[in-house]
Structure formats: structure tokens, C-alpha cells
């Protein structure tokens, strides 16, 4: 069964950068699909944030085009997220989740609280 | 970007009472690309149905999807205790793909 965890720091500081893995069991994310960020914020608004593709092309969300990097390490079955320039309105819980267009977000991470704070 | 509405925002239902949560979109989707979720508390957010009307894995058949175009409606056939949670709506016609607000669904 396909399986996703993030990790990073819970805490982060303004101004710095926020960096989350993505591990990936049951699956291999260069076989198919569309590997995801999307958060959700205080309140539960949902926002996709970017993806990096089976064959390592990406796409981001406009609103965060010049702060946001998705990599991956295929030898680990991990992408990644990098979030620069963080302020208190990046505060939110952190999904990674595999997508098809056609079929939705199927398959989710059980989340990780990333709190923007000095 | 689309903009997804969901109405209501909040609801409170009765065991066995049908429940329809609407979906509208501010530009015309294809019905390939409209997906609903259901999130409970704590937890992450589930596919409910894809592709406006297919059920996930593992979803009762009570749950149903409809729509085309700029309008989508997800429906309880009958309410159970379960079923409380917030539902979202989501399309993937266009980049950024987009999610509606919610609809939290309580128990009466």
C-alpha cells in the first residue's frame, strides 16, 4: 500500500527557509504520478502549493513561484520542500500527497504543524 | 485561478436525513477534474469521490457525486453519526489546481 510521512522542524524562524521530506513507501515516485505539497492553514483553508513529477519536471503555485523549490532523491524514495523567506502567514500544517489529475489527491501524509515564529 | 464556493458552510443533520453540499465554480471545469474530500478532526483529508461521481476505495455507496460546468453537488443519501466532518470540493482543470472553503457537517 502506498504509503507518505513528512518530517521537517516544527519551529521556524521568520525570515529563514522551511525544508520538509516527504518519505514514500509502496511506490516508487519515478514509476508515475504527481508528488505534492499542499497546506493548510489556521482555519482549514487548503492551498497546493507545487509538485515534482514522475520524470522530475515541476510546477508551482503562482503565489509562491519566487519562495518555493520541490527536489527529490529517487535513490530514497523522498522529494522535499523548500520554503524561503518564511513569515508568521506560512504557519500551517504541511501535507505531501501523490496526485493524477484525473483521480484527485488519492493517496495523503497524516500531516506535520510547521509554526512560523521568533 | 478557479474559484471554488461551497455552500452551506455550516450544516447540522439528523441521523437518516439526506444531505446535498454544492460546489460552484467560477470558471467551467470538465467533470474529469472535480473531486471531493472529507477531512474529520485531526486527520488528513480523504478522496471521497473523483472524477465528480466515482466513489474511492472503500467509500459507502450512501455517498454520490453530480454535476458539470460550473456547478457540483456532493449527497448523503442518509446520514450517519460517521459522516460528521468538514467536506471539500477540488478541481484539477487548471493549474493551481484549488479546493472550496468547506462544508462542516455536524450531527443534530
Known amino acids: 500500500d502506498v504509503q507518505l510521512q513528512e518530517s521537517g522542524p516544527g519551529l521556524v524562524k521568520p525570515s529563514q527557509s522551511l525544508s520538509l521530506t516527504c518519505s514514500v513507501t509502496g511506490y516508487s515516485i519515478t514509476s508515475g504520478y504527481y508528488w505534492n505539497w499542499i497546506r493548510q492553514f489556521p482555519g482549514n483553508k487548503l492551498e497546493w502549493m507545487g509538485y515534482?513529477?514522475?520524470?522530475?519536471?515541476?510546477n508551482y503555485n503562482p503565489s509562491l513561484k519566487n519562495r518555493i523549490s520541490i527536489t527529490r532523491d529517487t535513490s530514497k524514495n523522498q522529494f522535499f520542500l523548500k520554503l524561503n523567506s518564511v513569515t508568521t502567514e506560512d504557519t500551517a500544517t504541511y501535507y505531501c500527497?501523490?496526485?493524477?489529475?484525473?483521480?484527485?489527491?488519492?493517496?495523503w501524509g497524516q500531516g506535520t504543524l510547521v509554526t512560523v515564529s521568533a | 485561478e478557479i474559484v471554488l464556493t461551497q455552500s452551506p458552510t455550516t450544516m447540522a443533520a439528523s441521523p437518516g436525513e439526506k444531505i446535498t453540499i454544492t460546489c460552484s465554480a467560477s470558471?467551467?471545469?470538465?467533470?474529469?477534474?472535480l473531486h471531493w474530500y472529507q477531512q474529520k478532526p485531526g486527520f488528513s483529508p480523504k478522496l471521497l469521490i473523483y472524477?465528480?461521481?466515482n466513489l474511492a476505495s472503500g467509500v459507502p455507496a450512501r455517498f454520490s457525486g453530480s454535476g458539470s460546468g460550473t456547478s457540483y453537488s456532493l449527497t448523503i443519501g442518509t446520514m450517519e453519526a460517521e459522516d460528521v466532518a468538514t467536506y471539500y470540493c477540488?478541481?484539477?482543470?487548471?493549474?493551481?489546481?484549488?479546493f472550496g472553503a468547506g462544508t462542516k457537517l455536524e450531527l443534530k
Open positions: 470558471s467551467s471545469i470538465s467533470s474529469n477534474y
Open positions: 500527497a501523490r496526485a493524477d489529475s484525473h483521480e484527485g489527491f488519492a493517496y
Open positions: 477540488q478541481q484539477g482543470s487548471s493549474i493551481p489546481p484549488t
Open positions: 515534482i513529477s514522475y520524470d522530475g519536471s515541476n
Open positions: 472524477r465528480t461521481s
